[in-house]
Every structure is written in structure tokens, then in C-alpha cells.
């Protein structure tokens, strides 16, 4: 029987809540498994909500290259060249139509192509985007550009309850157009992120992608994550690992959970799984 290792072609792994905790650091602990896993020749690719260009400094500090998802499945490219190799964009017309209604509703959209931020006014939200994810947003004319930027993501940002009830409402509307990702990052729990997204859009639809072109089969991916964005991951790889901090409902789905985030589950992991030849996985 071959070994867990010599089955593993691919170690996928979420950002926020499984790599970096609420101090938006990488433990050296972690930053030591990852090493062992790519000196063992597995590939090592991100899978995030985030955007591309907010998972660059991620990429760097683990030294990774090849190609990592981003916007929630919408794009999967190499940040440090910006080759993609699959996008999923919301239509011209689809993007007219939300700006339109967020206008009329008075709710915060922000908009995203493959490597730009675009907002239309300095609100709460913008630092979180210079802090946190590294990105200067542009200040624009939603109407000017709609039609000259390929949108990957929209994205509401939640906090009172008042901006909350909107951004359901929103949704409610436009649930049968587009797909939509509530997730939250450890460092701001209180805020609910929703990603607004081209219809089919998802982790796992990208991850089709992204084997296909490295050549190797969904069931040779072992993939690690916290968030109900990566439940359509854990269908379909041959080793999906929980976070202890993650949703009950991804721990039901998963093969193995791990420790949480502030104790380097994503070592853990990686120690008992990938390198302990007496681990074996559970039916």
C-alpha cells in the first residue's frame, strides 16, 4: 500500500483562520513544515478569499512560485507574474446592475480586478484593506469604469446591524445571478467579508482547474482550511484536514482535524500525516 506521502502530489491551504492567525503572522513552526513539504517535492499552492495581489506577501515569505487561488475560486494565477491560467469574472452587464442597486440601497460595494482595488469613497473599510491585506484601494467612478475593467470580485463589508440587514438583502436579491461567500478573519471577527461572485464560483471549480493544468488527479491533493469557502474543496480532494478552529460543519466533512491556528495545526498536520509513516487514513 503506498504511503500517504507518496499519494500527496499537492498541499492546498487556506490563508486566514489556517495559515495566519489573529496576529496575521506565520509561526515558524509552520514556516519549517512547509519547507519540509516542498524540500519532499509536493507542490504548495493557496487557496483564498482574498485577493491575488493580498496573497503576494504570503507567497513570498513561504517562497513559493506556481500558480494559487484567489478571490475565492475566481482566479487562479501566479501572483508574482500574473500568468493565469483560469478566470471566472462577473459579466459587464451583471456588475452594472449591482452598482446600480447598491447605490439605490445605500450599501458599501467594493470592486475588484485581477490586481486592482477600486472604491468609490474612504469609508471604515479602507484601512482594514491597507493594514491587513496590503492593498491601496483606487478612488473611482464605479459608472466610468465598469465597462473598461474586467471585475473579478465584488465584495460587501458588514459591521453594525444596520450594514448587515443590507448585505442579506442584497444577496436576497440577487441570489439567483450570483454567488456569495460570507467569511470572517481572525483579526476582525466582528466584520462579516462577502464576496460577491460570478455564478459557479468556488474553490473547488478552481482546483479542477489547477490540477489539470499540473497534471496530477484531485485524489493526490491533501488540502487544510477553516472556513465554509472550503467545503467545496474537501469534496473533491482525496485528504481535506481540518483546523481545530474551524466550522463544525468542515470538521464533519473532514479526514483528519488538526490543531487550531494558534498552535500550528497546519505543522501538526503536516508532521503526522505527511511524515509519520504509521498514520493512516480513517475509512
Not at 515558524?28 to 524540500?39: G, P
Not at 491601496?136 to 458588514?158: M, S
Not at 442579506?168 to 467579508?193: D, G, M, Q
Request: charged residues 20%; aromatic residues 8%.
Amino acid at each position: 500500500m503506498k504511503s500517504i506521502k507518496s499519494r500527496v502530489k499537492l498541499l492546498l491551504l487556506d490563508i486566514d483562520g489556517t495559515l495566519l492567525s489573529e496576529e496575521c503572522t506565520l509561526s515558524i513552526r509552520d514556516k519549517k513544515a512547509l519547507a519540509l513539504v516542498s524540500a519532499s517535492g509536493i507542490k504548495i499552492s493557496l487557496s483564498s478569499g482574498r485577493a491575488a495581489p493580498a496573497c503576494l506577501p504570503i507567497v513570498d515569505q513561504l517562497s513559493l512560485d506556481g500558480y494559487h487561488i484567489s478571490f475565492d475560486g475566481a482566479l487562479v494565477s501566479n501572483p508574482k507574474t500574473n500568468q493565469e491560467v483560469y478566470a471566472k469574472p462577473i459579466s459587464d452587464q451583471l456588475v452594472e446592475q449591482i452598482i446600480d442597486f447598491a447605490h439605490h440601497n445605500k450599501t458599501n460595494l467594493e470592486l475588484f480586478s485581477a490586481n486592482r482595488h477600486f472604491i468609490e469613497r474612504e469609508i471604515w473599510t479602507t484601512d482594514i484593506y491597507r493594514q491587513f491585506f496590503g492593498i491601496q484601494p483606487i478612488i473611482a467612478n464605479f459608472a466610468q469604469i465598469v465597462r473598461k475593467e474586467r471585475i473579478i470580485k465584488g465584495t460587501l463589508i458588514a459591521l453594525s446591524p444596520e450594514e448587515k440587514t443590507k448585505a442579506k438583502y442584497f444577496c436576497r436579491h440577487f441570489e439567483n445571478h450570483l454567488t456569495f461567500s460570507w467569511a470572517k478573519i481572525p483579526a476582525y471577527s466582528e466584520v462579516e467579508f462577502i464576496n460577491v461572485l460570478s455564478p459557479g464560483v468556488s474553490k473547488g471549480k478552481a482546483l479542477e482547474n489547477l490540477v489539470a493544468i499540473l497534471g496530477i488527479s484531485l485524489a493526490e491533493v491533501m488540502a487544510i482550511g477553516d472556513g465554509p469557502n472550503d467545503a467545496s474543496v474537501f469534496s473533491r480532494v482525496g485528504l481535506a484536514v481540518a483546523m481545530g478552529n474551524a466550522h463544525d460543519e468542515l470538521k464533519a466533512m473532514a479526514h483528519y482535524t488538526t490543531l487550531d491556528v494558534d498552535h500550528n495545526g497546519v505543522a501538526a498536520a503536516i508532521n503526522q500525516i505527511l511524515f509519520t509513516p504509521l498514520y493512516s487514513l480513517r475509512d
